[in-house]
């Protein structure tokens, strides 16, 4: 089985302004009531949850689960990537890590406990 897409990230100039943005436009519950004002975004029925935040924007980065992060880093620079950022534990949630690929785009992947 392929692995999946788990999580998004919509980032932006300003993180409030993008909340209240897709809020409006998709009628989505997002709880930024942390000390990072990281706007979480519930998973809807079949779907995945998120993130939107700021200030580093524009970028839409997407977080796909794998079993080993630095397996996974390792594979996309032996395929022409590169680490942008090496593994982290994210406090409360997943561990994480994001790799640029060949084209340029960052792509985040995740591992939950």
């Known amino acids: 089985m392929a692995n999946a ?6 980032h932006g100039k300003d993180g409030k302004a993008a909340q209240d943005f897709y809020a409006s436009l998709f009628n989505w519950k997002i709880d930024a009531n942390n000390p ?4 979480m975004v519930e998973g809807a029925e079949g779907g995945i949850g998120g993130g939107i935040t700021g200030p580093d924007g524009p970028m839409v980065t997407v977080y796909v689960s794998v079993d080993d992060l630095a397996a996974t880093l390792k594979k996309a620079e032996g395929l022409g990537g590169q680490t942008v950022m090496p593994p982290m534990d994210v406090p409360g949630g997943p561990s994480i890590a994001q790799f640029r690929d060949p084209a340029g785009n960052v792509i985040g992947i995740m591992k939950t406990a």
């Open 36 to 39: 990072m004002s990281y706007g």
């Open 5 to 10: 897409v788990g999580w998004f990230e919509i």
